[in-house]
């Protein structure tokens, strides 16, 4: 996976600069078939755009109460499952290739162009194609949603 983040601030003076353009080094796999990177992370959100810490180099593998994540994730042909919820609401966009979304009891079937609003519901992601899927998320901390007689906390 080869992905170019290209991040700007500001010079003492006020004035918009680059201040990162590379290809992404933190490329990560938690599984079989799978990877990661993390583009841009806060820790809180409103965001501080003051903040001079590399939020690509953040740990965000459980998102915190105000924090929000820049991901893209490819996820390769047969990549091993995990039906996890997070405490997040999730924008997504299939760059490229295709992959079903699994629900408790739907799957959707989506292809690059489609967009995702995933709102803390336990769900998997299966490519049971040929290519990779590339994806990419944007994460913000969410409240996680109750039920009469329960909540709806992380899981796996």
Known sequence: MKIRRVVTGHDINGK?????????KNIISRRPQHSSCVV???NEFPVDNADPEDGGLRDVSVTQ?????????????????????TETIDYAIVMSGEIDMVLDDTTVHLKQGD???QR?????????????CTI???LIAAQVPTLP??????VG
């Open 120 to 132: 803390g519901t336990i769900h998997n992601w299966v490519n049971h194609g040929t290519v990779p």
């Open 136 to 138: 990419a998320f944007v």
């Open 40 to 42: 841009w992370s806060s």
């Open 149 to 154: 007689h329960s909540s709806l906390a992380a």
């Open 16 to 24: 918009a600069i680059v201040e990162v353009d590379e290809i992404c």
């Open 115 to 117: 967009l995702i609003v």
């Open 65 to 85: 109460k105000n924090q929000t994540v820049f991901r893209v994730v490819e996820y390769q042909p047969g990549v091993a499952p995990r039906n996890h919820r």
